[in-house]
């Protein structure tokens, strides 16, 4: 009885030393990176620390591979230029103006090409 609770006892120090040792997650912010395919068993096996071992949970006796933890990267900490996702809104597509001026930048403006005024005409 004395020898099986001095295993159980060292096994749960093992366990608990494993935790300890959990990969840490970070921003890789290098611009530079080697994209391989890594199979991997545990998330240390993951040669970036942005990245954990993702199993096949139907089939956890498998080998795994390297995918990118994207949550780490949601508030930007890299500070990586922001790709704009619409472009912006052109006022001018909705805006009129009266006769002899035109649009620019949501604002009318005087058109100073005597040919090119009509009256009563909207440009």
Not at 50 to 60: G, S, V
Request: charged fraction near 15%; hydrophobic fraction near 35%; include cysteine.
């Amino acid at each position: 009885m004395r020898l099986s609770s001095t295993v159980l006892f060292l096994l749960s120090v093992i366990l608990s030393i494993s935790e300890i040792n959990a990969k840490i997650f970070k921003p890789y912010c290098s611009q530079i990176k080697n994209k391989m395919f890594v199979f991997c068993t545990i998330d240390e096996n993951c040669q970036y620390s942005d990245e954990y071992c993702k199993i096949d949970p139907a089939n956890p006796s498998q080998f795994g591979s390297c995918v990118v933890n994207q949550d780490i990267y949601i508030n930007n900490p890299c500070n990586w230029p922001q790709v704009e996702q619409e472009p912006p809104f052109d006022m001018c597509m909705v805006m009129r103006c009266m006769a002899g001026y035109y649009c620019s930048e949501g604002k009318c403006h005087l058109n100073m090409r005597q040919d090119s005024i009509q009256p009563g005409f909207l440009n």
